[in-house]
Structures are given as structure tokens and as C-alpha cells.
């Protein structure tokens, strides 16, 4: 980041406070509806897992607020938390190739995290996670994997 010379201690953080604002409000801008988020998964799981994971609804879901997201693999149902809205393109890829998952594997053993190996910023994603749930001093980090 180019700072101007001869700025204050005080004006150099805040210019940039004010250009971290603007580079996260580039990376929210784009908040995909239901349908293009079925359209993704759709595309995610054609990608990492032969297109065997095949829900049969994905949706927003505002009700959530300790989970990323959730499955229910008897409906084919996945639902994302609206908290993820804004958030990094890689980022919902990754609560979104999760819940695939889970379509395929139930529960978070070793089958389940070898699946989630196919996508590259597996670890990224969750450590991006961990760090909002970290920032907003919430009690259970191990939701941040959702459910
Ligand atoms: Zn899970």
C-alpha cells in the first residue's frame, strides 16, 4: 500500500483504516441471490466431486447465527448463513463445497476432510472464518467449520 510522505502518525492510520474500508467494500459488493447460489454449488460440486453431490435446494438463511452453514442430506437441502454475504468469493466456495460434502460423508472424520482436500483454499477459507468468529469474541470457534 502507497502511503504519501509526511503524513502524522495519527493521519497514516487513518488513511489506512479508510483504504482497508474501501478494499472491503470492493470484496462486498457482489452478493450472489438463491439461484446463482444454486448455480455455484452446482458448478462446485461438478469440480471437486464428479458433480456426485447433488442438492436439491440451497438457500440463504437469516436464522443463523452460530453456523456458517447447514445440511440436511434426507432433504438434499443446504442452507448459508446471510452472515456470509459480502464475504470472499473463496470464502462462501468454501461453506458451500462443506455442505456438498456432507451430502457424500456426514459428520467431520478423516473420509469427510480428505473430500474437503480437493478444494485449494480449504485451509484459507477457515482460517478467514475463524478469524470473523475471533474478531466478534464469539465463544464457539468450532461452528466456524458449520455443521
Ligand atoms: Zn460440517
Known sequence: MLIPARMSEAEERRWVSVMLDKLAAQENKRILGDSELAERAERLSAQYFEGRARPVSVRWVTNQNTRWGSCTPAEGSIRLSHRLQGMPEYVVDYVLVHELAHLLVPGHGPRFWRL????????????????????????????????
Do not use: K
Open 116 to 147: 474437503l482436500d480437493a478444494y485449494p483454499r480449504t485451509e484459507r477459507a477457515r482460517g478467514y472464518l475463524e478469524g470473523v468468529v475471533a474478531a466478534d469474541r464469539l465463544p464457539h470457534l468450532p461452528a466456524a467449520r458449520g455443521e
